[in-house]
């Protein structure tokens, strides 16, 4: 295999893992502030429908 050949393709292997290590940090991250906002968005409510009950 010529040096050009080989060059590319550890050149593109590294760009591939770098893109999926950026992609699984980045929606690991998200899904857990999404979580965290939602579950606050559900302690509000609750709080607001017991306030509407009492």
């Known amino acids: 295999m010529q ?14 893992s770098l893109i999926v290590v950026l ?3 980045a929606s690991t991250i998200l899904l857990h502030d999404f979580h ?3 579950a606050q ?3 509000q409510d ?4 017991l306030g509407r009950i009492r």
């Open 36 to 38: 965290n906002l939602e």
């Open 3 to 16: 040096l050009r050949k080989k060059t590319l393709l550890i050149i593109g292997a590294a760009l591939i």
């Open 41 to 43: 968005y559900v302690r």
């Open 46 to 49: 609750v709080a607001r429908a």
């Open 23 to 25: 992609y699984a940090t």
